[in-house]
């Protein structure tokens, strides 16, 4: 935020020579979507190359294919789907995708520090001026990212047709979810714009972020523990797959890729409603109805089909308690005194984080295979119900807990002075 408020240079503070030229605003966001974009990419094509050396050590084919099988994996992290001798695949793998938004907020986090110098400082933003600094960084971003989304896709398309429209869908909602807000925050701006906000507001995100968080954590363990308790079962489907060193080393990167798909299928069986692994099958706690399932080691991690135990019907109190701590260890940082301050940060920042949870479920399904395996993921409406449900009442008990704790434990002015 001080970058927006840079001191003029006086006649003993002026350096000698001419004034450097900045960068404009647009080619500095094109630079960096371009830079983001290929970054990953030329990751991606390195993966495919080793991949594919190791498959065969080279026996078939040529360095080519195990790029294009890289750049094929680098559009399906963006939702790309693939087209196998007919068949939709269109399950994201959000391992990859992580991997990529992560590298999106890194750069335009750099981005937003390149930009800081250029538009109207803070004092000029307070006045009123108009500040499209942040909207022309995000919107070039996006054009460079979406260039090279665009060339990737014309290149690797053949006997297994990626689409175009997915991949830029996704695109944008990188710039948006992710690129917008770190541009802002490199740049100054958000802490700006944020000083407008009623603070309610600004604690009710951090705590919605702080129970999104912790529940991801909490389904992740969860995850762990089930795969770790059948990890025979799990070691039995690798072994009837008789693959070598080298492909078993890419059988184990490619459920890698998948893992954070498991685990918000986890949270989803946590919130009760559960996930599907096929057409007609249902995983939750309450019933566990499967058929066949394809040699995927990860998916040992299912519950056995048929009758559940009857403790199994308990995890539905998970959700809660998760928010409700969560929630409070937000206020702890943040302190209120005032009730209403307090009820509306918890229930409101978890009513938020079950719309998140809801919408990182339903990008976490789609189509895995032929027939019945065209549906496998979430139920998306019950799932945004339940987590909206558990979370708000969940935050709600949270905030008003440490609310009464704060209240108790508060030292009265007058004798904080004495």
């Known amino acids: 935020m001080t970058s927006l408020l840079p001191a003029r240079p006086t006649g003993r503070t002026r350096p000698p020579g001419p004034t450097p030229r900045r960068r404009p605003v647009a080619v500095l966001g094109m630079l960096a979507g371009l830079a983001a974009a290929g970054s990953t990419l030329l990751v991606c ?64 986090l750099r981005l937003g520090e390149a930009v800081s110098a250029h ?73 700006i714009w944020a000083s407008y906000l009623p603070p309610v507001l600004r604690y009710g995100v951090r705590t919605a972020l702080g129970v999104l968080g912790t529940f991801l954590v909490v389904s992740a363990v969860v995850l762990a523990v089930a795969f770790v308790v059948d990890l025979a079962a799990a070691l039995n489907m690798a072994s009837r797959l008789h693959t070598g060193a ?19 299928f986890s949270g989803s069986y946590l919130l009760g409603p559960g996930f599907e692994v096929g057409a007609h099958t ?5 019933a566990v109805v499967l058929g066949p399932l394809p040699l995927f080691p990860l998916l040992a991690a299912l519950p056995a089909a048929g009758a559940v135990p009857a403790w199994t019907g308990a995890v539905v109190v998970v959700p809660p308690l ?9 206020q702890r940082r943040f302190p209120t005194l005032r009730w209403d301050e307090g009820a509306m940060r918890g229930c409101g920042g978890g009513i938020i984080a079950g719309f998140m949870f809801a919408l ?43 609310t009464w704790w704060q209240r108790r434990t508060s030292i009265p002015v007058d004798d904080a002075e004495a």
């Not at 803070?122 to 995000?138: K, L, N, S, Y």
């Not at 080298?246 to 918000?264: D, K, Q, R």
């Open 282 to 286: 249902l995983v939750s706690p309450g």
């Open 246 to 264: 080298g492909e078993a080393t890419l059988l184990g990167l490619v459920n890698g890729a998948f893992v954070p798909n498991a685990t918000l």
């Open 360 to 402: 990182l479920a339903a990008l976490s399904g789609g189509a895995a295979g032929p027939g019945r395996m065209r549906f496998v993921g979430p139920f998306g409406f019950d799932v945004l119900v339940h987590a909206v449900t558990a979370f708000g009442i969940g935050g709600l008990l949270g905030g008003l807990a440490m």
């Open 322 to 330: 998760v928010a409700a701590l969560a929630t409070a260890r937000v």
């Open 45 to 108: 094509l390195a993966v495919g190359v080793v991949g594919w050396f190791l498959s065969d050590a080279g026996v078939h084919g040529a360095p080519r294919d195990g790029m294009r099988a890289g750049a094929l994996g680098w559009l399906a992290a963006h939702g790309s789907g693939l087209v196998v001798r007919g068949v939709a695949v269109d399950l994201v793998p959000l391992g990859l995708t992580a991997i990529c938004a992560w590298v999106v907020w890194r750069t335009a």
């Open 119 to 191: 538009g109207p400082d803070a004092h000029r933003i307070a006045d009123g001026e108009r500040d499209w600094t942040v909207p022309a960084a995000v919107s070039t971003y996006f054009a460079g990212y979406a260039v090279v989304a665009v060339v990737t896709s014309s290149l690797a398309g053949g006997e297994v047709a990626p689409s175009v429209t997915p991949v830029l869908g996704w695109t944008l909602l990188l710039t948006v979810c992710l690129a917008a807000p770190a541009v802002a925050i490199g740049s100054g701006r958000a802490a």
